[in-house]
């Protein structure tokens, strides 16, 4: 790509130009603030709306409770002076009364009959066929006031009774019924507004039973009405207008389900609210774009010096001078100091060349050349091995690898020292290129490793030559005054055996090699297929171990721990054992390392996991109670991110009782994977299953990381603490992790315990729980269910005889010499 044209987007090059980043940038931007903006301007005009619509509703309802107010107050005014005036003596005075003077109170108000009661059944109306409501002259009986009902059927009516007591001492009631339709037109006079008295529980034909209105436009608005009377608040159209409306409750009326339903023309608002809103969007995207042009015209300078330094900086490494732009500014910026640091970066760039000129055969010697033996070292073997090969191959020629690795070198470094064993390289190193004539090249690939390459040479020769070269070797070296013998195990492979492959080549040759180890070391070994057969072995366990779990040929053996100081089981280790069909059965160290490194270790985990719960949920049921299931997991199970999650959703759906499911892993595990392996186990102890570090004190211990990962037990190595009975300063370490551990709230477990001697200088030193053949071998379910049962039937630890256990302090505890002459 040049730079110079400066595109927006680049896919291929994975590159987007800086004005599309802060374009977009400036957009999204302004798009939030204006949309936040916007959408709450937009709420708040809703809500008014919603507040306004619901005030005017509500003001209706209100009016018409206000005229029923109004029509009882005149009628129990007129009534109540009428009687005074009248004096009457008896209530039939009263009917031949209110016979006389209805006729006339019709004309000022909308009374539509009018009854005298002289009981609740005993009464004489004007219109016969409406009789007052039986619960409305209970009420005014009872409470000796006027009242008033609305009561509904085909119309509506609103009853008003008042109580009457005459001169004689009679009591009675005066009930009159009026007319609703008025107070409904009254209220809908100052708006465009339409009111309906409606039963819920008619029909909807039936349901409308007063209205104000039954045009056909209102006739069509109390229709669509009817089929929201369900809703609350309604709002619906009617012939391109947005009718709004809510249903309220009558109150003094006869039934529950009489509701006052009132509707408005609304679309005067909804047109305003649709104008406001468009008016706001349109503003909103102004504002938006005037943000951008301005953003953009901003970025402008900015910009254009971004694409001079983008234009010129890479010049620099192609030798070029730098060039500052050629403007003058009143204050320098940041582009200013950009144009200095170019000219100093140029400059060193060209002191940097010359001195990379220099330096570069050097460098390509030393990427080439061990730098002890000034031999060709791995990478120059690998690059010359398959040049050889490919050459090899189009000859048709034969091409042997000779594979030297120097017996116990190891030993020598540890015991006469690193510096002695470099120099014993270079010896040997020397000793192999008198001879190597012979050879078209000769590599140390490493360590104490050795390879030479021979061509166009039969087998037989080519071992002559081996054996010779480790005749050689094995002369005396002396080296500071020391005289050594040193034997080689050499390995040998040809091309064609591994098809001219160099990676296939290089595993011949070193299977060749091990295999000379394996017989005593000193010697030469010709690769053949026997060895392949071997190797294959591996493939072998991987391929059948498949078989094997589906075959049900794995199994579980428990290994009890036990608490010394209260004579008790209190759990088991699950440890894995292979009933192999023709190997018999077979420990871990017989396949669980190729198991490992295989495809096969993380449903094997999992197995174990079901395996586990699946006995814990047995030791439930038989009513064992307080147990530890521990089980091994490989570190390879946490490459599985989803493993925590796992392990607690299997472990959620069992019954575990008062037992306990525990997580062994390796301390090496923990420290060398912390990060991965630290937050899984969190989620893991938080579920309720335990977590304990094995293997403690093996060499891989790192107390700053394991004070901070989640744990509940540490199992010390047998080695850790059986070395403390007769080494002063391993006690010292020993009883200072114990108080260490203590400190950090870890429960300890000691594995290995074989000796009474041993169990005891535990006991007495303040360990507690421990594991090992001493208490117990790993058995099988049954065989470790029963022993458990017999320590429980004699309330004490037993040994393989199922005679019990007696730990008794009887260790003296060795001290050091100055501590044993201060005593004396």
């Keep these: 790509m040049k730079l110079s044209k400066f595109p927006l987007v680049d896919l291929k090059n994975r590159y987007v130009s800086v004005r599309l980043k802060l374009t977009l940038v400036l957009i999204l931007a302004a798009g939030i603030v204006v949309s936040i903006f916007g959408l709450t301007a937009m709420e708040h005009y809703q809500k008014q709306q919603a507040q306004l619509k619901l005030s005017y509703l509500d003001n209706y309802a209100l009016e018409f409770n206000d005229q029923i107010e109004r029509l ?60 007052p409501p039986k619960e409305l002259l209970e009420q005014v009986t009872l409470r000796s006031k006027p009242m008033r009902l609305i009561e509904c059927f085909e119309v509506c009516h609103l009853w008003i009774s008042l109580p009457i007591r005459t001169r004689n001492a009679e009591q009675g009631v005066l009930a009159f019924q009026l007319e609703l339709a008025d107070a409904l037109i009254n209220v809908t006079q100052r708006d465009d507004i339409e009111l309906a008295i409606v039963d819920l529980d008619r029909p909807l034909y039936k349901s409308i039973l007063l209205a104000t209105n039954t045009q056909v436009l209102s006739q069509q608005w109390f229709d669509s009405a009817i089929e929201y009377r369900h809703h609350d608040n309604m709002e619906f159209k009617v012939e391109d207008k947005t009718i709004v409306g809510k249903l309220y409750p009558i109150k003094d009326s006869s039934n529950s ?93 060209s002191e940097m060349r010359s001195s990379i000129a220099a330096n ?45 690795d120097l017996d116990n070198f190891k030993t020598i470094n540890d015991t006469l020292g690193h510096d002695f064993g470099d120099l014993l390289l ?77 990676q296939l080549l290089v595993k011949y040759a070193d299977l060749a090699m091990y295999s000379s180890k394996r017989k005593g070391r000193n010697c030469c070994t010709h690769f053949d297929i026997e060895l392949a057969r071997q190797n294959d072995m591996v493939f072998t366990i991987e391929n059948q171990f498949q ?76 009513g064992y109670e307080e147990l530890t299931i521990a089980f091994n997991i490989s570190g390879r199970q946490f490459e599985d991110k989803h493993f925590a999650q796992k392990l607690i959703s299997k472990f959620k759906t069992v019954n575990v009782g008062s037992n306990y499911l525990e997580l062994e892993i390796t301390e090496s595990v923990a420290v060398q994977s912390y990060q991965q392996v630290k937050s899984q186990l969190n989620e893991i102890r938080a579920a309720g299953i335990r977590v304990a570090f094995d293997d403690f004190g093996k060499g891989f211990t790192s107390l700053s990381y394991l004070s901070n990962l989640a744990c509940d037990k540490i199992k010390f190595d047998r080695e850790f603490g059986h070395n403390a009975i007769t080494s002063v300063s391993t006690q010292n370490i020993v009883l200072s992790m ?35 053949y001493f208490f117990g071998r790993p058995q099988t379910k049954q065989e470790a269910l029963a022993f458990y049962q017999q320590c429980n039937e004699k309330g004490a630890l037993l040994d393989k005889d199922g005679n019990v256990l007696h730990l008794h302090p009887l260790f003296k505890i060795p001290q050091s010499p100055s501590h044993s002459s201060h005593s004396s």
């Design 72 to 131: 009882s107050d005149s009628i129990t005014y007129i009534f109540e002076a009428q009687t005074l005036l009248s004096q009457a003596e008896s209530m039939q005075d009263l009917e031949r009364y209110l016979n006389r003077q209805l006729p006339d109170l019709q004309w000022l108000m909308p009374i539509a009959n009018g009854c005298t009661v002289f009981a609740i059944d005993n009464y004489a109306c004007s219109v016969l066929d409406s009789p």
């Design 738 to 772: 114990r108080t260490l551990m203590d400190t950090l709230d870890y429960e300890i477990l000691v594995e290995g315990v074989e000796t009474l001697e041993h169990a005891n200088w535990l006991k007495k030193n303040g360990f507690d729980k421990v594991q090992g």
């Design 426 to 502: 270079v010896q040997v190193a020397k000793r192999i290129m008198r001879l190597s004539q012979f050879a078209s090249s000769t590599f140390r690939l490493g360590g104490d490793e050795f390879t030479l390459l021979i061509n166009q040479k039969d087998k037989d020769s080519v071992l002559g030559f081996a054996y010779s070269l480790a005749q050689e070797i094995s002369r005396d070296i002396t080296i500071s005054g020391i005289s050594m013998k040193v034997t080689l195990s050499i390995g040998i492979a040809t091309a064609k055996q591994a098809e001219y492959e160099p």
């Design 257 to 349: 389900t009489l509701k006052l339903v009132i509707l408005k023309d609304w679309s005067e608002q909804v047109f305003l609210q649709t104008r406001f809103e468009n008016q706001l969007t349109m503003l909103l995207l102004f504002t938006m774009a005037l943000a951008i042009a301005i953003g953009l015209l901003l970025m402008r300078r900015p910009l254009s010096n971004l694409r001079y330094h983008t234009a010129s900086l890479p010049t620099i490494l192609e030798n070029e001078s730098y060039k500052p732009q050629n403007k003058l500014h009143l204050f320098n910026d940041e582009f200013d100091s950009l144009d200095h640091i170019s000219i100093e970066l140029a400059n060193s760039f």
């Design 360 to 404: 570069t055969k050097v460098l390509e010697k030393m990427a080439m050349e061990d730098p002890l033996t000034e031999l060709p070292n791995r990478t120059a073997f690998l690059k010359q091995l398959s040049e050889a090969l490919e050459e090899a191959a189009k000859q048709g020629e034969e091409l042997s690898l000779i594979y030297i």
């Design 547 to 622: 078989n094997a779990m589906s075959n049900n040929e794995l199994e579980l053996y428990l290994q009890p721990q036990v608490s010394m100081q209260h004579q008790r089981v209190t759990g088991f280790e699950l440890l894995l054992r292979w009933n192999h069909p023709t190997q018999g059965l077979m420990n871990p160290g017989q396949f669980l390392d190729t198991v490992e490194s295989g495809r096969h270790i993380l449903p094997l985990g999992y197995w174990v996991i079901d395996k586990s719960l699946a006995l814990l949920e047995e030791l439930t049921s038989k």
